[in-house]
């Protein structure tokens, strides 16, 4: 399964962004969904997390109420979407699938290649 993620970029505080995952290569209603990012200097942390169907989701603390997963299965593709974005939000964003839902790296098998998304004050 190959997995192409897209549409980061520059925004101000408070702005909005949404990330595609395009996939590929696989049965992609066979795989969750997952986002993580990595700040400079900081490790890969996990962010929202997606079931195959869609209809149950999981979010960090820090992005809830703000960032919103979900997917078209028919497309192939896994969307998150941000609002009210914060500088503390700026990271390289990363897509991933596996066999299930999860918060850890381990729980996924399959990762995109990253798109930067920086926040400005």
């Known amino acids: 399964v190959q997995l192409q993620a897209s549409g980061g970029g520059l925004v101000q505080a408070g702005g909005s962004l949404r990330l595609s995952c395009a996939t590929s290569?696989?049965?992609?209603?066979?795989?969750?969904g997952g986002w993580f990012r990595q700040a400079p200097g900081k490790e890969r942390e996990f962010v929202a997390t997606i079931n195959r169907s869609g209809g149950g989701t999981y979010y960090a603390d820090s992005v809830k109420g703000r960032f919103t997963i979900s997917r078209d299965n028919g497309k192939n593709t896994v969307y998150l979407q941000m609002n009210s974005l914060e500088p503390e939000d700026t990271a390289v964003y990363y897509c991933?699938?596996?066999?299930?839902?999860?918060?850890?790296?381990?729980?996924?098998?399959?990762w995109g290649q990253g798109t930067q998304v920086t926040v400005s004050n």
């Open positions: 991933a699938a596996g066999s299930q839902m999860g918060v850890t790296e381990t729980r996924y098998d399959y």
């Open positions: 290569g696989g049965t992609f209603s066979s795989y969750a």
